[in-house]
């Protein structure tokens, strides 16, 4: 939790001020009850009307300076938490952005967002409680002893007595509580983690009539959570009447001892009333105190979720002094690549060297789990090479600004993702400043134009969240069409024709060749028919380069080749070669 305090550096003077504040409302309410016990003895037991109304009056702009004062600072201290709770919120974002995508497995996408969320909400909570209570508490709380000890020191032992029974009380609820507290956030994540998942899977679930598996899954962490949150509730509902209890008793301790004193002539009426009204402020400001100690644990583990996120170091780091590829053609070279995902035994990639030159398809072919996409993937520097490098323009790609770097690669991943929007604003998203023309050849070389004409709003038609009202084929056109409006030096194709029929996807690729004919290609594909006429072909096995080469070479050379050809070529087709 503390180690979130520095995030409130540009609050400082906020905080400040609050804390100024703060201290005119304690004097100002310790002083309150020194004044009454004088309009007591003297005014009231003096018969001096005149002093009551003056003191009276005196106490009167008191307690306006404390509403004053206690309204200021209470708006401020909210103030400094909500604006820290908001630059955690986006601290957290900007980090999640720059993570590699397996910082994203490491904490998982449920939790991420209820750190985001939840978790900041209970820091922020506390924190404009520390603002407006933790400040006082303490304050009232030495004040108020001062100025009871001063009144009358022979009935101070009433303090004492209070005091312990209620640290004991507080002991043993805090003791009981805390864990708890601790537990709630983790099942919040879990209800998360299942809502997440039978919404994003609600097609499938359908499908499969797993209805009232996911019902009694939900149900069950639905349930565990209340559980937890019952149990906490019961154990403070506890605090309050047994903290009240001490109060009253407490008074009562007073009023009895104190009129023995009064009897005596030790004290005055107005001293014993004011020794009261000093101790209910020392009471309750360690009542307040102890609402601390409750929430501060459960801050503190919301505290820590947040900082495990932000104190993930990224694994793809921006170098120091980015270098500048010189020249731009767009050359990508791979030398003695291997990689391995984190955790994993084996190497995904061994060996990989190969160069794809501008003006020229470069082909990867291999059966499925072969590490195609797994490939692709370091050039963007999605994730760094375990071994060897991949140099883009002839200059390492851990050495060169991540978006000089990307800017220069149109990307057509294999999980497609279109965002909600019109299909213009999803295009611009390869380029923000792309007029209707270039979003509309762009579509026309994607093949899209066809069924856009189609739709009644053209290329303003509405996109809905994941392109969920295009069909997988139209999705993967706009998918290409969004890296072509880019027209960067380097377009990488992940498995992006596989939802295409062979028409289609034949026609797309000869507008893609008069398109794109001066940069770098590399088209990713399970279909011999997709990379037969590439400049190369790359034939990846279990992670390994089983050949490369035209396709002509390969049939000759290449044992794996002719095997996925021969399992998808009919034989008159081969002959046409
Ligand atoms: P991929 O590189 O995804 O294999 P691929 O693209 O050739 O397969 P497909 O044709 O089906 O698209 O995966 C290679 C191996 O790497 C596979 O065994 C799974 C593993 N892998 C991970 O461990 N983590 C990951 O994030 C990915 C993408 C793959
Ligand atoms: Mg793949």
Redesign the pocket.
Known sequence: MTKLFKFLKPYTRWIILVLALTMVQAFSQLYLPDLMSEIVDKGVVGGDINFIIQTGLIMLAFSVVVSVATIIARLYGAKTGVAFARDLRRRIFVKVEGFS?HDFDQVGTSSLITRTTNDVTQVQNVMVMILTMMIFAPMMLIGGLIMALKTDIALSWIILVAAAVLGVVIGVVAGRGLPLFKSIQKKIDKVNLVLRESLTGIRVIRAFNKEKFEEARFEEANADLTGTSIKVFRIMSFMFPALMLIMNMTTVAIVWFGAHRIDSGAIQVGDMMAFQQYVMQIMFSIMMATMMFVMIPRASASAERILSVLNIENEVLEPKKPLEAKGSCGCVTFNNVSFS?KG?EKP?LKNISFEAKPGEITAII?S????????VNLIPRFYDVSEGEVLVDGVDVREQGKEALRAKVGLVP?KISLFSGSIKENLQYGKSDATDAEVLSALKTAQASEFIDTLEDGINARVEQGGANFSGGQKQRLSIARALVRKPEIYIFD?SFSALDFKTDAKLRSALRKEIDHATVLI?A?RVSTVMNADRILV?DQGEIAGIGTHKELMKTCDVYKEIVASQLSEEELGDE
């Open positions: 995508l995902y994993a995904v291999g499925t789990g072969s590490g195609k996409t797994s490939l294999q498995d990713v399970q990846l």
